[in-house]
């Protein structure tokens, strides 16, 4: 396991882990982003996509690293402007829907998918939605943990996938 990864607050209750101590060191985060970039850098990136709200961080950093745009995509009601709307049962059971802007992307933009952690994939393939919806190509996804079970796997089989969380 990655050094900086002993950041995260995995003594939280409930199913999710806390990843914010290791945005709040420097070091750290700057190796996060640069593990989680790397094996897409050589694939012609256009645009790097991060999904709301702590996928806006990575995808950040990401964007920054590889020198290219960031697309956010919203939760849903946040955009006000006209958006391409997916609705989506998240990890909880509870129905959510993400957005993304409408004209966000040209057809053919080659898109780097990131989020911080992927428990059941409903969302990300919400987002996967969008950016095909508007013509994108999906590179990539890469988030700090993409769990490993019959909701993430189909994910895991079409898209090139890349997490650096191994216990």
Known sequence: MKEYLRLIDVHTPGRRNDVTPLFADPVAFSELVTDLAAPFEPDGID???????????????????????????????KLPVQ???????????QSKSLELRSGSL???????????????GAQAKAAIELIEHQGGILVGIAAINIDINDNTITLLEKYRCHNVWVE
């Open 106 to 120: 040209q057809p053919g933009s080659r898109i780097l998918l990131v989020d911080e952690w992927i428990e059941t």
């Open 83 to 93: 958006s391409d709307r997916v609705e989506f049962i998240d990890y909880t059971g």
């Open 47 to 77: 645009l790097v996509a991060g999904i709301d709200a702590l996928g806006f961080i990575l995808a950040t950093g990401i964007a920054m690293h590889l020198g290219k745009g960031l697309i956010p995509i919203r939760k849903g009601g």
